[in-house]
Protein backbone atom coordinates (compact mmCIF):
# COMPACT_ATOMS: atom_id res chain seq x y z
CA UNK A 1 0.00 0.00 0.00
CA UNK A 2 2.64 2.02 0.35
CA UNK A 3 4.15 1.97 -2.87
CA UNK A 4 0.76 3.05 -4.48
CA UNK A 5 0.34 6.19 -2.55
CA UNK A 6 2.08 9.56 -4.04
CA UNK A 7 3.43 9.98 -0.59
CA UNK A 8 4.62 7.03 0.41
CA UNK A 9 4.40 5.62 3.77
CA UNK A 10 3.84 9.13 5.37
CA UNK A 11 0.12 8.87 4.03
CA UNK A 12 -0.31 5.93 5.65
CA UNK A 13 -0.75 7.26 9.15
CA UNK A 14 -2.51 10.34 7.89
CA UNK A 15 -1.56 14.13 6.73
CA UNK A 16 -0.19 16.01 9.45
CA UNK A 17 -1.19 19.93 9.14
CA UNK A 18 2.74 21.70 9.58
CA UNK A 19 2.16 23.81 12.74
CA UNK A 20 3.95 27.20 13.66
CA UNK A 21 7.06 25.41 14.76
CA UNK A 22 7.40 23.05 11.55
CA UNK A 23 8.22 25.91 9.06
CA UNK A 24 8.84 29.47 8.14
CA UNK A 25 11.07 31.66 10.99
CA UNK A 26 8.62 29.32 13.49
CA UNK A 27 11.43 26.35 12.49
CA UNK A 28 14.10 28.22 13.70
CA UNK A 29 13.02 29.24 16.63
CA UNK A 30 15.11 27.78 19.69
CA UNK A 31 13.60 25.00 22.02
CA UNK A 32 13.96 27.31 24.98
CA UNK A 33 11.37 28.98 23.47
CA UNK A 34 9.30 25.68 23.03
CA UNK A 35 9.45 24.41 25.94
CA UNK A 36 7.67 27.93 27.19
CA UNK A 37 5.47 27.54 24.58
CA UNK A 38 4.27 24.01 25.40
CA UNK A 39 4.20 25.11 29.13
CA UNK A 40 1.85 28.20 28.46
CA UNK A 41 -0.22 27.13 25.36
CA UNK A 42 0.10 22.70 25.57
CA UNK A 43 -0.93 22.47 28.95
CA UNK A 44 -3.88 21.53 30.86
CA UNK A 45 -4.61 24.49 33.23
CA UNK A 46 -5.60 24.30 36.99
CA UNK A 47 -9.46 24.04 36.85
CA UNK A 48 -11.04 27.57 37.73
CA UNK A 49 -14.61 28.04 36.22
CA UNK A 50 -16.07 24.05 37.38
CA UNK A 51 -15.30 21.81 40.31
CA UNK A 52 -13.54 18.31 38.98
CA UNK A 53 -14.83 15.15 39.95
CA UNK A 54 -11.86 12.87 41.78
CA UNK A 55 -13.87 9.52 41.00
CA UNK A 56 -13.96 7.70 37.77
CA UNK A 57 -17.68 7.05 37.85
CA UNK A 58 -20.64 8.16 38.77
CA UNK A 59 -24.40 7.54 38.97
CA UNK A 60 -27.07 9.61 36.95
CA UNK A 61 -29.94 11.12 39.56
CA UNK A 62 -32.78 10.61 36.71
CA UNK A 63 -32.22 7.45 35.47
CA UNK A 64 -29.84 5.30 37.86
CA UNK A 65 -27.32 4.51 35.50
CA UNK A 66 -23.89 4.26 36.31
CA UNK A 67 -21.65 6.28 33.70
CA UNK A 68 -17.66 7.61 33.62
CA UNK A 69 -17.11 10.95 34.61
CA UNK A 70 -14.97 13.46 31.92
CA UNK A 71 -13.76 16.62 33.16
CA UNK A 72 -13.86 18.69 30.47
CA UNK A 73 -12.17 22.13 30.60
CA UNK A 74 -14.71 24.83 29.98
CA UNK A 75 -14.05 26.79 26.19
CA UNK A 76 -12.40 30.21 27.90
CA UNK A 77 -11.59 33.25 25.30
CA UNK A 78 -9.07 35.48 26.51
CA UNK A 79 -9.50 38.92 25.05
CA UNK A 80 -6.97 41.70 24.59
CA UNK A 81 -7.71 43.14 28.02
CA UNK A 82 -7.11 39.73 29.38
CA UNK A 83 -3.48 39.78 28.79
CA UNK A 84 -3.12 44.07 29.69
CA UNK A 85 -3.81 42.77 33.45
CA UNK A 86 -3.71 40.02 35.55
CA UNK A 87 -6.46 37.47 35.89
CA UNK A 88 -5.37 34.89 38.08
CA UNK A 89 -6.47 31.98 35.17
CA UNK A 90 -10.09 33.38 34.83
CA UNK A 91 -10.88 34.58 31.48
CA UNK A 92 -14.66 35.52 29.14
CA UNK A 93 -17.17 32.16 28.72
CA UNK A 94 -19.46 32.21 26.26
CA UNK A 95 -22.74 30.00 26.28
CA UNK A 96 -26.39 30.14 26.40
CA UNK A 97 -28.90 31.64 29.23
CA UNK A 98 -32.65 30.41 29.24
CA UNK A 99 -34.10 34.31 30.95
CA UNK A 100 -37.75 32.96 30.91
CA UNK A 101 -39.46 29.45 30.55
CA UNK A 102 -41.50 29.95 27.60
CA UNK A 103 -38.73 31.72 25.47
CA UNK A 104 -35.62 30.42 23.97
CA UNK A 105 -32.23 30.18 25.13
CA UNK A 106 -29.92 33.62 24.18
CA UNK A 107 -26.42 34.23 23.93
CA UNK A 108 -24.40 35.01 26.68
CA UNK A 109 -21.27 36.13 27.75
CA UNK A 110 -19.96 35.78 31.47
CA UNK A 111 -16.88 38.37 32.08
CA UNK A 112 -15.25 37.94 35.72
CA UNK A 113 -15.41 41.05 38.27
CA UNK A 114 -12.41 43.01 37.86
CA UNK A 115 -11.10 45.51 40.10
CA UNK A 116 -7.75 47.79 39.66
CA UNK A 117 -5.54 47.27 42.73
CA UNK A 118 -1.37 47.85 43.61
CA UNK A 119 0.85 45.25 43.82
CA UNK A 120 4.41 45.40 45.26
CA UNK A 121 7.22 43.62 43.85
CA UNK A 122 10.36 43.10 46.38
CA UNK A 123 12.43 41.74 43.57
CA UNK A 124 11.73 44.57 41.53
CA UNK A 125 11.24 46.71 44.26
CA UNK A 126 8.48 48.62 42.96
CA UNK A 127 4.54 49.37 42.88
CA UNK A 128 2.53 48.56 40.32
CA UNK A 129 -1.56 49.40 39.28
CA UNK A 130 -3.12 46.29 37.82
CA UNK A 131 -6.71 45.08 36.74
CA UNK A 132 -6.88 42.06 38.65
CA UNK A 133 -9.88 39.67 40.11
CA UNK A 134 -10.57 38.96 43.64
CA UNK A 135 -9.50 35.30 43.11
CA UNK A 136 -5.99 37.11 41.72
CA UNK A 137 -5.84 38.61 45.15
CA UNK A 138 -6.54 35.50 47.10
CA UNK A 139 -3.55 33.52 45.45
CA UNK A 140 -1.28 36.74 45.77
CA UNK A 141 -2.26 36.51 49.59
CA UNK A 142 -1.75 32.26 49.94
CA UNK A 143 1.45 32.40 47.97
CA UNK A 144 2.58 35.30 50.66
CA UNK A 145 3.70 37.80 47.81
CA UNK A 146 3.20 39.37 44.62
CA UNK A 147 6.65 37.59 44.01
CA UNK A 148 6.22 34.12 45.22
CA UNK A 149 2.68 34.13 43.10
CA UNK A 150 4.15 34.70 39.85
CA UNK A 151 7.55 32.17 40.39
CA UNK A 152 5.54 29.45 41.40
CA UNK A 153 2.37 29.22 39.42
CA UNK A 154 3.02 27.90 35.57
CA UNK A 155 2.45 30.07 32.47
CA UNK A 156 -0.61 28.44 31.60
CA UNK A 157 -2.27 29.55 35.24
CA UNK A 158 -1.01 32.77 34.67
CA UNK A 159 -2.46 32.96 30.83
CA UNK A 160 -1.89 36.88 30.82
CA UNK A 161 1.02 38.03 28.98
CA UNK A 162 1.64 41.01 31.40
CA UNK A 163 2.26 38.60 34.30
CA UNK A 164 4.20 36.25 31.67
CA UNK A 165 6.43 39.43 31.33
CA UNK A 166 6.50 40.43 34.42
CA UNK A 167 7.67 36.69 35.68
CA UNK A 168 10.87 37.51 33.35
CA UNK A 169 11.70 40.58 34.64
CA UNK A 170 11.74 38.75 38.00
CA UNK A 171 13.63 36.17 37.10
CA UNK A 172 16.18 38.29 35.31
CA UNK A 173 17.05 40.56 38.30
CA UNK A 174 16.88 37.15 40.18
CA UNK A 175 19.80 36.10 37.93
CA UNK A 176 21.56 39.48 37.77
CA UNK A 177 21.89 39.71 41.67
CA UNK A 178 18.42 42.03 42.09
CA UNK A 179 19.90 45.09 40.93
CA UNK A 180 17.35 47.39 42.34
CA UNK A 181 18.44 46.50 45.97
CA UNK A 182 22.55 48.01 45.16
CA UNK A 183 21.66 50.54 47.55
CA UNK A 184 20.81 48.11 50.40
CA UNK A 185 23.22 45.16 50.35
CA UNK A 186 22.02 43.89 53.31
CA UNK A 187 17.77 43.58 52.29
CA UNK A 188 19.60 42.64 48.94
CA UNK A 189 21.22 39.47 50.16
CA UNK A 190 17.58 38.50 52.26
CA UNK A 191 15.87 38.68 48.97
CA UNK A 192 18.07 36.52 47.12
CA UNK A 193 18.11 33.88 49.81
CA UNK A 194 14.77 34.31 49.64
CA UNK A 195 13.47 33.61 45.68
CA UNK A 196 16.98 32.18 44.26
CA UNK A 197 15.43 28.43 44.55
CA UNK A 198 13.09 29.45 41.57
CA UNK A 199 16.04 29.81 39.64
CA UNK A 200 16.84 25.78 39.66
CA UNK A 201 14.18 24.73 36.94
CA UNK A 202 15.41 27.72 34.48
CA UNK A 203 18.36 27.94 32.31
CA UNK A 204 19.64 31.51 31.29
CA UNK A 205 18.31 30.68 27.68
CA UNK A 206 14.95 29.53 28.50
CA UNK A 207 14.84 32.88 31.29
CA UNK A 208 15.98 34.94 28.41
CA UNK A 209 13.06 33.14 26.02
CA UNK A 210 10.47 32.78 28.65
CA UNK A 211 7.27 34.91 28.74
CA UNK A 212 7.46 36.41 24.72
CA UNK A 213 4.25 35.68 22.61
CA UNK A 214 5.03 34.19 19.37
CA UNK A 215 4.95 36.98 17.32
CA UNK A 216 7.16 38.89 19.89
CA UNK A 217 9.94 35.97 19.33
CA UNK A 218 9.74 36.37 15.76
CA UNK A 219 10.66 39.95 16.20
CA UNK A 220 13.53 38.65 18.33
CA UNK A 221 14.61 35.61 16.51
CA UNK A 222 14.87 38.50 12.92
CA UNK A 223 16.94 40.64 15.56
CA UNK A 224 19.22 38.53 16.09
CA UNK A 225 20.15 36.84 12.18
CA UNK A 226 19.91 40.66 11.05
CA UNK A 227 22.62 41.15 13.81
CA UNK A 228 24.30 37.66 13.29
CA UNK A 229 24.76 38.64 9.45
CA UNK A 230 24.83 42.01 8.57
CA UNK A 231 24.18 43.13 4.65
CA UNK A 232 26.73 45.36 2.89
CA UNK A 233 25.31 46.85 -0.02
CA UNK A 234 27.76 45.68 -2.99
CA UNK A 235 27.60 49.36 -4.09
CA UNK A 236 29.97 49.87 -0.92
CA UNK A 237 32.15 46.95 -1.62
CA UNK A 238 32.43 47.75 -5.58
CA UNK A 239 33.25 51.05 -4.75
CA UNK A 240 36.10 50.33 -1.81
CA UNK A 241 37.60 48.34 -4.10
CA UNK A 242 37.95 50.78 -7.02
CA UNK A 243 39.66 53.33 -4.96
CA UNK A 244 42.25 50.94 -3.24
CA UNK A 245 42.50 49.48 -6.77
CA UNK A 246 43.17 53.49 -7.94
CA UNK A 247 45.31 53.73 -4.85
CA UNK A 248 47.53 51.38 -5.74
CA UNK A 249 48.09 52.38 -9.17
CA UNK A 250 49.69 55.25 -7.80
CA UNK A 251 46.91 58.08 -8.95
CA UNK A 252 46.92 60.94 -7.31
CA UNK A 253 43.43 62.23 -7.53
CA UNK A 254 42.48 58.75 -5.28
CA UNK A 255 44.62 60.21 -2.41
CA UNK A 256 47.53 58.61 -0.89
CA UNK A 257 48.06 55.01 -0.13
CA UNK A 258 47.31 54.56 3.85
CA UNK A 259 48.79 51.83 5.91
CA UNK A 260 46.78 49.45 7.19
CA UNK A 261 46.58 49.72 10.77
CA UNK A 262 45.62 53.90 10.07
CA UNK A 263 42.52 52.69 7.43
CA UNK A 264 41.34 49.94 10.65
CA UNK A 265 41.65 52.84 13.04
CA UNK A 266 39.15 55.20 10.87
CA UNK A 267 35.73 54.79 11.43
CA UNK A 268 33.38 53.62 8.47
CA UNK A 269 31.81 57.24 7.81
CA UNK A 270 34.42 58.71 7.27
CA UNK A 271 35.87 56.23 4.89
CA UNK A 272 33.02 55.96 2.66
CA UNK A 273 33.15 60.04 2.45
CA UNK A 274 37.29 59.62 1.69
CA UNK A 275 36.06 57.53 -1.24
CA UNK A 276 33.26 59.85 -2.60
CA UNK A 277 35.29 62.70 -2.28
CA UNK A 278 38.12 60.75 -4.54
CA UNK A 279 35.92 59.38 -6.93
CA UNK A 280 34.15 63.75 -7.49
CA UNK A 281 38.04 64.47 -7.72
CA UNK A 282 38.43 61.52 -10.27
CA UNK A 283 35.75 62.60 -12.44
CA UNK A 284 36.41 66.26 -12.11
CA UNK A 285 40.11 66.31 -13.36
CA UNK A 286 41.16 66.64 -17.04
CA UNK A 287 43.40 63.69 -16.43
CA UNK A 288 40.69 61.10 -15.57
CA UNK A 289 39.06 61.61 -18.78
CA UNK A 290 39.80 57.68 -19.86
CA UNK A 291 37.65 57.03 -16.20
CA UNK A 292 35.00 59.38 -17.46
CA UNK A 293 34.48 56.99 -20.07
CA UNK A 294 34.14 53.86 -18.63
CA UNK A 295 32.30 54.88 -15.72
CA UNK A 296 28.52 54.84 -17.24
CA UNK A 297 27.46 56.89 -14.08
CA UNK A 298 29.45 59.70 -14.93
CA UNK A 299 28.63 63.49 -16.79
CA UNK A 300 29.42 63.42 -20.77
CA UNK A 301 31.64 66.32 -21.74
CA UNK A 302 29.56 68.21 -24.68
Known amino acids: MAHATPQGVKLLNGWKRPGRFDKGLGAQLPEAYRKFWREWKLTTPAAVHYIPKEQQWERDEVTHAIKPVQNIPLPLIDTPESHR ?6 AVIKGFQKREQTKRRVPHF ?12 HVLDCYMSVVVTERTLEQIHECHGFDHYLLKNRACDLRSALALKLKREVLQALQNGVPALADEPERQQEVLKEYRRYLEPYTPEEIDWYGHTYLEAIRKLQKQLREAEKVVPHKLEFRGK ?53 NPFG ?4
Open 242 to 294: LIEQLRQAGISEAGKLEKPDALAAESSVEHKDSDIEALTKLESSPSSSWLSKI
Open 85 to 90: GIWGGE
Open 110 to 121: WVPNLRRSVVHS
Open 299 to 302: KKET
